[in-house]
C-alpha cells in the first residue's frame, strides 16, 4: 500500500510522490520488461515511487542495465538524481553496473556526474567516477564519466580516488584513461598512493603506467612504507619497483613527468595546441 506525502513535507529528494514497498514498476524496470513497464506506465503507475531503502525503478533499472526501460521511465519523468539511503543515484548504479549505454541516457537526461553529500547521507557517498571502475565497470563508462565533467580528484571514504578505485579493481585501462584524463598519480588515501595499492595487488601493468605518469616509488604511506615494502620478495612487481628505485626514468618519460608537473594534469591537451612540431608532440604524448 502506497502512503502519499504531503506537499508541504521537506522532502530531501525533491517531490517523489510516495514510498512503498517494491511495486511492480520497479519489477518489471529491473527484469528489462519494457512492453509491461510501458503498460504500467499508461495505465497510471506511480514512476518515483520508492522502496524504504529509497530505490525507484530508475536505479532497478540500471543497477541490471537496461537501457530500454531506463529510457521509458526518463521520457515518462523519472527524477534522475534521487539518491538511495546510501547516497547512490542511477547513474552511480549504471556505472557500478558497467552499462554505458544506460549511463549515456542518464547524463541526456541532465543526472549529476558530481554529486553531492546530502543531510542524510552519513558518509560520502560512492561517485559515479569510482563506480564505473567497480568490478563490472568499463572504459566506456569511465570515458562518458570524464566527458561528463566528473571530478577525478573526488574522495571515496572507502575507495580514495576513482585511480585508487580502478587499481585496487585492477582496471589498468581504466587507470590508463583517468591518467591521460589528468587524474593525480601521486594523490594519496591516508598516505596510501595508486602505486601502493598497484604493489598490493601485485599487478606489474599497472605500477609500469603508473611510473610512467611520475608515480613515486619512493612514496611512504601511514605505516611509512614504500609500494616495493608490499611485494614479494623476489616477485616480479618487486624487482620493477626496484629497478625504478636504482634507475634513472629515461629522457622521454622526464620530459613528459616534467612537461605534465609544469602545464598541469591535462598537460597532454595543452602541448597539442602549442606551435611545436608532429614529432615533438608526439615525443611528449602518452598515446
Not at 31 to 58: E, F, H, K, V, Y
Not at 121 to 128: G, Q
Not at 214 to 238: E, F, H, K, L, M
Not at 239 to 266: A, D, I, K, N, W
Request: hydrophobic share 35%; with cysteine.
Amino acid at each position: 500500500m502506497e502512503k502519499e506525502i504531503a506537499p508541504s513535507r521537506p522532502n530531501y529528494f525533491g517531490e517523489i510522490g510516495c514510498w512503498a514497498e517494491r511495486t511492480q514498476v520497479h519489477e518489471a524496470a529491473s527484469l528489462g520488461q519494457a512492453q509491461r513497464l510501458q503498460q504500467l506506465i499508461q495505465s497510471g503507475a506511480a514512476i518515483n515511487t520508492m522502496t524504504m531503502d529509497c530505490i525507484t525503478p530508475l536505479h532497478e533499472a540500471c543497477i541490471q542495465g537496461q537501457a530500454q526501460c531506463a529510457r521509458l521511465l526518463l521520457e515518462a519523468g523519472a527524477q534522475v538524481d534521487v539518491r538511495t539511503v546510501h547516497g547512490s543515484t542511477a547513474l552511480c548504479n549504471a556505472c557500478a553496473a558497467g552499462s554505458p549505454e544506460c549511463a549515456k541516457l542518464l547524463l541526456e537526461y541532465g543526472a549529476t556526474a558530481n554529486p553531492t553529500l546530502t543531510a542524510l547521507t552519513a558518509t560520502p557517498c560512492t561517485r559515479p567516477a569510482s563506480e564505473a571502475c567497480s568490478p563490472a565497470g568499463s572504459v566506456d563508462c569511465v570515458r562518458l564519466m570524464i566527458a561528463g565533467g566528473a571530478e577525478l580528484e573526488t574522495y571515496d571514504i572507502y575507495f580514495g580516488t576513482p585511480l585508487h578505485a580502478a587499481c585496487t579493481k585492477q582496471h589498468v585501462e581504466c587507470a590508463r584513461v583517468l591518467l591521460n584524463a589528468g587524474a593525480n598519480v601521486n594523490a594519496a588515501r591516508f598516505h596510501e598512493t595508486a602505486l601502493h595499492i598497484a604493489a598490493k595487488e601485485g599487478n606489474e601493468d599497472l605500477i609500469e603506467a603508473l611510473v610512467a605518469f611520475g608515480g613515486n616509488v619512493y612514496a611512504r604511506d601511514n605505516r611509512s612504507r614504500r609500494p616495493v615494502d608490499y611485494t614479494r620478495p623476489g616477485s616480479a612487481c618487486a624487482t620493477c619497483l626496484q629497478f625504478y628505485q636504482s634507475t634513472p626514468l629515461s629522457l622521454q618519460e622526464l620530459s613528459r613527468v616534467t612537461c605534465r608537473r609544469s602545464r598541469g594534469m591535462r598537460a597532454e591537451d595543452s602541448v597539442c595546441k602549442l606551435n611545436l612540431s608532429p614529432r615533438t608532440i608526439s615525443y611528449l604524448s602518452y598515446h
